[in-house]
């Protein structure tokens, strides 16, 4: 798969700015508590107060890494059609015969068998491949193949979703 920004669904940013709006509130209120004037007095009074700057170095951290996200996102186009990417609808044949279409995403929100998330071991086998392609992954009863058999927007509703 190519370098840079990834795509990413409306839903799946809808909900990385949920999460930062909320990592900021809950940031807020234990930044405020370090930079109180009084002094440290005993050891528990230290450990509480390592312990809140390491919250705020935790969110800080994620905040980073959501602010970074959602900056590729403004400046990544729409899922490629030639290619699986996060975005993509695919339909893929799996081992045993049976068919399945799939979105690659990033984020679940509530539960949805169809989406397959791109950090799944389907969904980094289906990454950067095309139609035609056979990809191997592990399951928890062993490895298994599909075979990519489309791309994008199929005329059949979403199936019973991917094998384990």
Request: charge should be negative.
């Amino acid at each position: 798969m190519a370098e840079g920004p990834e795509p990413i669904s409306v839903d799946a940013l809808r909900a990385l700015r949920q999460e930062l709006a909320e990592l900021r509130a809950e940031r807020g209120p234990v930044a405020a508590t370090l930079r109180s004037e009084d002094p440290v007095g005993d050891r528990a009074d230290e450990a509480d107060a390592l312990q809140r700057a390491s919250e705020v170095a935790r969110l800080d951290g994620r905040i980073a890494e959501i602010e970074g996200r959602i900056r590729e996102a403004s400046v990544a186009g729409p899922p490629p059609t030639d290619m699986v990417g996060v975005g993509s609808t695919v339909t893929v044949r799996f081992a045993d015969g049976a068919e399945a279409t799939v979105r690659i995403g990033e984020i679940v929100e509530e539960p949805d068998r169809t989406l397959v998330t791109a950090d799944s071991p389907l969904g980094r086998a289906l990454l950067g491949r095309r139609a035609g392609d056979t990809v191997a992954y592990e399951t928890p009863d062993g490895s298994t193949t599909a075979v990519v058999l489309s791309l994008g927007d199929t005329t059949a509703p979403p199936d019973d979703g991917p094998r384990a």
